[in-house]
């Protein structure tokens, strides 16, 4: 792998290279950081990662729901929420497979109403009130 020779005297938020199809570098006006190429998984906290936090980093907000990311706006870093609504819902599934026979209980009573097997007999239930 060739080494980078990167421009003296960047701008602020200056990009290298110019390529678009290589990894790319942005000058935060202290060090060059590279962007967009890295994967990383999201940090799954109730309160953000602790610093130093790299640029592009995910954070799940798992106290309230919300996806964000470390953001430079080439004034600041801050972590901003990109969380959208909930979107349509999906299209049902296919049916499941025929779950297995039921037990034989041709001894169950057959009258309106709950009934609870225990010991080998049948039990009605009844609901306490309040």
Known sequence: MAALDFPSGPSLNQVFPQPPDAPRWRWDGMRWKLIGAVYMMPYVSPTPPPPPVPLNALWWNSADGTMQIFYNDGDSEQ???????????????????????????????????????????????????A
């Open 79 to 129: 972590w901003v929420g990109f969380s959208g609504p909930a979107g349509p819902r999906g299209f049902a599934g296919s049916p499941g497979p025929q779950g297995p026979q039921g037990g034989n209980f041709s001894d169950a009573p057959q009258t309106d109403g709950a009934y609870l097997r225990r010991n080998g007999a049948w039990i009605p239930m009844t609901h306490a009130s």
